[in-house]
């Protein structure tokens, strides 16, 4: 079974091509289950997401591939949620769809995986910065909104790398993310990023399987070219540190698969 859970449409003002096309393309590479989880809106950065009046046009976009394809590939509805303290909108995280993924790209108005703001690096201990990325990965999966954690370690995309341990830094946001009974996605945008890696790293995604974290699959397509980015060496890595089984998502409701 090959999912992608994670992927963007022309409504967030920073992706390419039809959703159609993106569909198309994953029925090309066996992609079984394929979810589009735009980024939601929000009362900050609301030139780089969709907009609450748009909302509704979104789920009728996804509905209608849905039924156009249901003989060909399951189509998933989700949403990508900025946590960011005081913008968490009730409009959102009480929608009706299959899921909702929590990620963290803001440090308070910071957007540090925004080429643009790089400069903001050499201005910040870069040890704090590391803790307190994590610190709201934590806070998020403390909230209970979620269902899935979105590119766990984002924060080295840059390659801004802590000096401290890493494994330390990031646990106490994993075993948060166990009690919360959240799942931690594969994402493979980070082997386009500077960083070169898939988020979660693999030393990171070992604590994970010794925390029993379940996992499932995203490319974070923003472009047709995108989808299912490198899946089968995501795949590789799962199976190498232990994982043999990914999670999909209908209503809420989780459901284990071989992959």
Known sequence: ????????????????????SYVERAIELGIDIYGFSEHAPMDFDEEYRLKFEEM?????????????????????LGYEVD???????????????????????????????????????????IDNVWQEYFSNIEDMAQTGYFDIVGH??????????????????????????????????????????????VYPSESLLEVAYELDIPITFSSDAHAIG???FKYDEVVKLAKKIGYSKAVTFEQRQRKLVTF
């Open 152 to 197: 766990f370690d984002l924060i080295k995309v840059f390659n801004f790398l802590p000096k401290k341990d890493i494994r330390s830094i990031a646990t106490p946001a994993l075993k948060a993310i166990k009690k919360a009974n959240m799942v931690i996605e594969l994402n493979s945008a980070g082997l386009r990023k500077p960083c070169k890696e």
């Open 1 to 20: 079974m090959r999912i992608d859970l994670h992927n963007h449409t022309t409504r967030c003002n920073h992706a390419k091509g039809s959703m159609k």
């Open 83 to 125: 946590y960011l303290k005081g913008h968490i909108d009730k409009r959102v995280i009480n929608s009706k769809v299959d899921y909702l993924i929590g990620s963290v790209h803001f440090l308070d108005t910071w957007g540090f995986d925004n080429p643009e703001f790089n400069e903001e690096y050499s201005k910040r201990n």
């Open 226 to 228: 995108q989808v299912g």
């Open 56 to 76: 509704n046009a979104y789920v009728n976009d996804v509905q209608s591939l849905q039924k156009e394809y249901k003989d060909r590939i399951k189509i998933l």
